[in-house]
């Protein structure tokens, strides 16, 4: 009887045993379902990046470098097109649009020429982020948010670092006509400085923008100041002053490069606004994924600053190391 009964006890606990590996089977089999269903990858994201820059820019190699790495970063397919042509850019946008990208990142340095377009892709649910230039028409088409600096408070900040060195005669150098950002730029400055002229130049043809800068410092001799709103221009009116023979006259600049930073420490730029291209490609990418991701949006109706800053000769060397990275 004890033999049986041992039995019996042995038999029912094997049969506890066998449900409860049944049961724990069952439960690993629907865990890693679960999990390969949560694991598997989603759509693979596809952003679309359209400058009003002309290839070869270096500030614009940088955003290209920030956006690049953004999407490397984050697993997001990014692409970048661009042209200084505001009907070719337009172009650009439209394609993109066509393409149904899943974000759409502008600037507008002309506006009025992409506002069909942009609220074009708008209307087709894709969300746009505008960047660098054009944060005044930002929101009025729709656009998520802007990430740049105030180029109007921008040139005010350079106006008064020029004013505080006791310029007088400021002349400020526009290489791109129609861009609205440049012109902030330089009604700022005015503001601080009480009185500045307007130069045209083309950004295409930096050595007759040498000859224009160089002649006008030739012709007027009063001028003690050039306040240039692109690093490429910045290199030509130091070439321009030398050409000159103005070796006193300040110069100062928007936007950096080597070249730019090598200036600085020689003393023959004052200072350079930065206003960190390198974010204004990275972080775009990062918002429209977040937006994707959970519908959040960044700024709260306010743009996203990234400049600006001043680099000098007390900060020079800082930033030269980024430079040569690629990543200022």
């Not at 172009?91 to 600037?107: E, H, R, T, Y």
């Not at 408070?153 to 310029?167: N, P, T």
């Not at 100041?225 to 030398?242: D, F, I, K, P």
């Not at 490609?281 to 709260?300: H, I």
Request: charged content about 20%; overall charge neutral; some cysteine.
């Amino acid at each position: 009887m004890r033999a049986l009964a041992a039995l019996a006890v042995f038999s029912m606990g094997a049969m506890a045993l066998a449900g409860c590996n049944k049961d724990k089977g069952n439960a690993t089999a629907t865990a890693t379902a679960a999990t390969s269903e949560t694991a598997k990858p989603t759509k693979e994201l596809t952003f679309a990046l359209v400058s009003h820059a002309n290839a070869g820019d270096k500030y614009w190699d940088v955003v290209k470098t920030g956006e690049e790495q953004a999407g490397k970063d984050l697993g997001i397919k990014v692409t970048y097109q661009g042209s200084g042509n505001p009907q070719k850019q337009a172009q650009l946008i439209d394609v993109a649009v066509s393409q149904k990208v899943d974000g759409l990142i502008v600037s507008m340095a002309n506006p009025e020429a992409l506002k069909p377009s942009i609220q074009a892709a708008v209307q087709a649910g894709i969300p746009v982020i505008t960047i660098d230039s054009g944060v005044e028409k930002s929101a009025e088409y729709g656009a998520l948010t802007h990430i740049g600096q105030m180029e109007k408070i921008a040139g005010q900040a350079a106006g008064e670092r020029l004013a505080k060195k006791g310029l007088k005669r400021v002349i400020c150098v526009i290489h791109e006509a129609g861009n609205v950002g440049l012109e902030e730029r330089c009604a700022g400055a005015k503001q601080s400085l009480g009185k500045l002229e307007h130069l045209q130049v083309s950004i295409s043809d930096l050595t007759a923008a040498t000859a224009t800068i160089a002649a006008k410092l030739q012709a007027d001799t009063t001028i003690d100041g050039v306040l240039t709103l692109n690093n490429a221009v910045a290199t030509a009116a130091v070439n321009a002053a030398e050409r000159a023979n103005r070796p006193t006259v300040t110069l100062a600049t928007f936007d950096i490069d080597a070249n730019v930073l090598s200036s600085i420490s020689a003393g023959k730029i004052f200072f350079a606004i930065d206003q960190q291209p390198f974010l204004q490609g990275y972080l775009p990418v990062s918002f429209l994924k977040l937006y994707k991701l959970n519908g959040t949006t960044v700024g709260g109706g306010q743009p996203v600053l990234t400049g600006p800053g001043f680099i000098d000769k007390a900060n020079v060397e800082q930033v030269q190391k980024f430079v040569q990275q690629g990543m200022r």
